[in-house]
């Protein structure tokens, strides 16, 4: 074999011809694609979080009726929203229906009443009430019902004066009703918020 003798010289040195850049590889750029765009759905779910709880914590929150003392307002197995930021910026009036922490005691009513209540405010405070017969008496006049309720009566509403910054509920269904007839005034500050609207059944769906 006869050597090339212009192997070695630089003048004749073999040269590329391809002018094609390399190519870059796609890949680590949709890595961080994928990565940013996983960002933006954690901070997007964690916002919705924050975001509910907020909600739920201040503003609204749905409730369950587990009981027929609301009947014939609320039925058992409706859902309500609970406006909470109505009570900030506003105040509690006769025949509002109220949710609120269930008084201690309430036991009285049995052992397995649930932590929240739901009833209508019947006295606000410095009323004084009393009851015969079917009637209601605040402040020696009898009460303007214009809501729909069950009757009789049932319970005696004694001689009472609502306590400062205290409420005297009572559920709808007057002789089916476990309320301040048998636990007394509810706190203010036990009051977690103002019903305002029957999110379901679909059938019932509508303001309150």
């Known amino acids: 074999m006869v050597p090339d003798e212009n ?25 961080r694609s994928g990565r940013r765009a996983l960002l933006e759905w954690v901070i997007i779910v964690v916002l919705a ?35 909470k ?3 900030d910026f506003g105040s ?18 049995g052992p397995n009443e649930p932590e929240d209540f739901v009833k209508r405010v019947i006295g606000l405070p410095g009323d004084h009430l009393s009851s015969k017969g079917n009637t209601i008496y605040v402040n ?12 009789p009566l049932g319970k005696a509403i ?12 009572m559920g709808d269904n007057y002789p089916d009703s476990c309320d301040s007839r048998y636990w007394g005034s509810v706190p203010r ?12 059944p679909l059938s019932r769906i509508g303001f309150i």
């Open 140 to 151: 020696n006049k009898p009460l303007k019902i214009t809501w729909t309720h069950y009757e």
């Open 92 to 109: 509690i009036h006769r025949g509002d229906i109220l949710v609120f922490k269930a008084p201690k005691s309430a036991s009285i009513c």
């Open 85 to 87: 930021i109505s009570l």
């Open 158 to 169: 004694g001689n009472v004066t609502v306590p400062k910054n205290s409420y005297f509920m």
């Open 189 to 200: 500050s036990d009051v977690i918020g103002r019903v305002f609207v029957r999110i379901w």
């Open 49 to 83: 979080v924050v975001v509910s709880l907020v909600m739920r914590a201040y503003v609204l929150q749905t409730f369950f009726i587990p009981s027929g003392s609301m009947e014939p307002t609320l039925l058992v197995g409706d859902r309500v929203m609970v406006s």
């Open 7 to 31: 192997a070695d010289d630089p003048m004749t040195a073999t040269v590329a011809t391809d002018d094609t850049p390399p190519s870059e590889d796609p890949k680590p750029q949709k890595v």
